[in-house]
């Protein structure tokens, strides 16, 4: 079955250092792909997603990069701060109704 | 406007028995997502319904079932619970999947 590989599991990097998690996919129709955050004790919520007729989404210290050629995407966060701790759960869509395939999760710590 | 409410928030149970997890959207989205989340499981996808139907299903087995009403709550059932089924059960709404999901705070439910 499509499924997509998120790495690292668990991302440490020094506050102020940049952040990059990958995840690949497999299905050459997917064409929505969102990031979810996801803090200790809370509930997913989405920080950035892009659609496949655009290689490059930013909002502010958030980024990502799509690349369809080779089928991966990637979450960029520079000027990383400490409450960007937390699970990045990336996923890409099959299928006409979208259905989502997600990614395992990245661990994302950020130290002082 | 008010954001995505399930009830009960948490729930105990024992083996066997079964339980029926509730979810309403926010106005307006006609879409529901029901997903399992346990401690380094990240998000496992159940099913998803659109307008009373469901149009994607996860790969659960077929104790994990659920329904969508006319006015878009949607409840999940399951039967003859086991263990393993304890987790945090999110469900999400959006107007449809390629848009931002809206998670609810989840049913924390514990099998004994």
């Known amino acids: 079955g499509e499924n997509v590989e998120q790495h690292p599991s668990t991302l440490s990097v020094q506050e102020g250092d940049s952040a990059v998690i990958k995840c690949t996919y497999s299905?050459?129709?997917?064409?929505?792909f969102p990031w979810y955050k996801q803090e200790l004790g809370k509930r997913p919520q989405l920080i950035i997603d892009i659609r496949s007729n655009v290689g490059e989404k930013k909002d502010q210290r958030i980024a990502v990069t799509l690349n369809k050629t080779a089928k991966h995407f990637s979450l960029h966060i520079t000027e990383t701060q400490p409450e960007d701790s937390a699970v990045y759960f990336c996923a890409a869509s099959i299928g006409s109704n979208y259905q989502l395939i997600w990614g395992a999760g990245t661990k994302l710590i950020i130290k002082p | 406007k008010a954001g995505v409410t399930q009830t009960p928030r948490y729930l105990i149970k024992t083996r066997g028995q079964q339980v029926t997890l509730s979810c309403s959207p926010i106005?307006?989205?006609?879409?529901v997502s029901w997903y399992q989340q346990t401690p380094g499981q990240g998000l496992q996808f159940l099913f998803e319904?659109?307008?009373?139907?469901?149009?994607n299903k996860g790969n659960f087995p077929g104790r994990f079932s659920g329904r969508q009403f006319s006015n878009s709550r949607s409840e999940m059932n399951v039967s003859t619970l086991e263990l393993g089924d304890s987790a945090l059960y999110l469900c999400?709404?959006?107007?449809?999947?390629?848009?931002?999901?809206?998670f609810g705070p989840g049913t924390r439910l514990t099998v004994l």
């Open positions: 319904y659109f307008s009373e139907t469901q149009r």
């Open positions: 299905d050459s129709a997917s064409n929505y």
């Open positions: 106005s307006g989205h006609r879409s």
């Open positions: 999400a709404s959006s107007v449809r999947l390629d848009n931002e999901q809206f």
